[in-house]
Structures are given as C-alpha cells and as structure tokens.
C-alpha cells in the first residue's frame, strides 16, 4: 500500500540551527502539507503546496519556514533558525483529492 | 468559528461496549468531517469520512454520526477492543481541492480487556 514517507525519524538540533525535514508523498497525489503537533496537542495545519506553490499558510508559517518540492518526489520544509517552541511533531501528508494521508512524522527537539 | 470542540478528552470502555466521541463545529462552510486513528509515535490515519449530504456511514465497526442542523457529528466505534485504543481526532474542511484540515483537540481511548 502506498505510503508518505518521512525522514529523518527524530532530529535534534540547537536553538538557531537551521534544519530541513524531508518527506516522500504517494506518488500520484498532487497535493502536499505539512501539518505540525506539539507534544499532548492537536494537530494543526502549518502550509499546503500545490503546482509547485504555496496554496494556502497558517499564521503559524511565518518567515522562518519555507517549503521546495526540489525534484519530482521530494517535499521538504526548512525552519531557518529554529526557536525552543518549534520543538514538535511535523507531519507530512499528501492527497489526491480529498483524503490526506499522513507520514509517521518527524519528532523535532530544538534544545 | 474555525474550531472544532472535540469530547471527551478521554475515555475508558470495556472490550465489547460502545466507545462515543463527539465534535461540534460552528463554520457552516465546513462540509468533509473525517476521524482519524493516531497510535504512540505514529501518524494520524484516516479512519472514517463523512460529507454533510449523509446523516449516517458505517464501515466494519466504526459509524460516523452527522446532524447538520446541530452542527455536530460523531464517532461510534461497536465492540471495542484493545486494539482500539489509541487517540482519536476528528476534523474538519472546506472541500477547496486541497485539505486544510481543521482537528479537534483528541480523544484517548483505552479499552480495557
């Protein structure tokens, strides 16, 4: 069954280190987000891409992050200099249409 | 009026009764309401969806709920079992192509043997 692959599993960075997640969407799926879920919260929507663009951002995805679809199967989400309180769960997901999808996650802990 | 009120925040039922988890939204324009499953470490899976032009969809043991004038709907899960515990979160979204899910704050489910 197709899945939405994430790397890496846990990353651990410094305060003001710059870290990019990656993740693999289903292949067929034309749209891609990233969701994000701090430790015992919900989970909350941070940007969707679509046609190679941004197509909608929360208040959340301010100037510090950014998104690329660098090649025909990687999307990534880049935090350019991580705060304490970017430490989360990022989630990436993908759809067709309806029906997003959800990778396993990418644990960040910013110390 | 983009939240989605989730209860309760958690839950404990026996192997074989009825586990019930409600939400309630105030955005009319909300009209794809689905529920997913998270475990530990995991990432939210899509369980069961319902669009608001059906009051009622089963599958297997798992029934979504729609009152549309209420503004609510909810999710029955008959014969619970152990492996159904997990935390579960419902949500919400305006059918635009793209999902920009709206998620309920979670349900912990624990059901006991």
């Known amino acids: 069954e197709p899945e939405v692959t994430q790397t890496p599993s846990h990353q651990v960075t410094q305060m003001g280190q710059e870290v990019i997640l990656r993740c693999v969407p289903i292949?067929?799926?034309?749209?891609f987000y990233w969701y994000r879920q701090i430790l015992g919260q919900k989970v909350e929507f941070l940007v969707s891409f679509y046609n190679n663009e941004i197509s909608e951002k929360s208040e959340i995805f301010d100037d510090q992050f950014s998104v690329e679809r660098p090649d025909g199967s990687n999307f990534t989400l880049k935090i350019r200099s991580t705060k304490l309180e970017d430490s989360a769960m990022y989630f990436c997901?993908?759809?067709?249409?309806?029906?997003?999808?959800f990778g396993q996650g990418t644990r960040l802990t910013v110390v | 009026q983009q939240q989605v009120k989730q209860s309760p925040q958690s839950l404990i039922v026996q192997k074989g009764g009825i586990s019930i988890i409600n939400c309630a939204y105030e955005n009319t324009a909300f009209d794809y309401f689905p529920w997913y499953q998270q475990f530990p470490g995991k990432g939210p899976a899509l369980l069961i969806a319902i669009r608001p032009d059906v009051s009622e969809k089963k599958e297997g043991r798992f029934t979504i709920s729609f009152n549309k004038s209420a503004k609510q709907f909810s999710l029955h899960i008959m014969d619970s079992q152990p492996g159904d515990s997990a935390t579960y979160f419902c949500a919400a979204d305006i059918n635009t192509g793209f999902q920009k899910l709206v998620f309920g704050t979670g349900t912990r489910l624990l059901v006991s043997p």
């Open positions: 997901a993908s759809s067709e249409f309806t029906e997003a999808f």
């Open positions: 292949s067929n799926h034309l749209y």
